[in-house]
């Protein structure tokens, strides 16, 4: 069972990012502040649960949280500063966008550029520990799918309905026949081997 938030002696928000290991589209980030009575129900880590348990729960977030607030990165700020970086500008953006300003900050990783006077802990796997952290990874998950369904119908040969960016073998493929699109990350390689570590599943 997850616990609502790391610490409770000051208000905190839970951090998470999605789409760093895609080809296309920009990295989302959420922040998210949860009441101690949030109903918990079916969260958890965004990637153990299905398309249609994010979605439900996106609705029960937004209209249960404290506070809670979406931000992006676009490809070509992620090809100037680099996935790593264009990530913790996302977490900063969507923290920077709250509507309460929290005392803490719950970040999922190891690694993270502290926010301006608020102090923080990075926890790996935080997204399997902690409500508040599981409530930004859906929120960053959704709110990142949507965007590349939308874009889906512009670019069909890449097929983002389905792979929502990631490096499936046939977003690849489309990539090499097909040239890049605007929206692809261009300091990302689409022929480097550990790609073929992606699946479908992971999209």
Known sequence: MLLNCFQTEFLEAGCDEAGRGCLAGPVFAAAVILPPDFPAGELTDSKKLTHMQRNTLRVIIER????????????????KINILNASFLAMHRAIEKLSIQPQYLSIDGNRFKAYPNIPHSCIIKGDGKYLN?????????????????????????????????????????????HGLSPFHRRTFSITDPQLTLFSETEA
């Open 64 to 79: 249960e949280a404290i506070a809670w607030a979406v931000a992006e990165v676009d490809n070509h700020e992620i090809d």
């Open 133 to 177: 952290i599981a409530a930004a990874s859906v929120l960053a998950k959704t709110h990142r799918d949507e965007f590349m369904e939308s874009l889906s119908g512009q670019y069909p040969h890449y097929q983002w309905h389905q792979n929502k960016g990631y490096p499936t073998i046939v977003h690849r493929t489309a990539a090499l026949e």
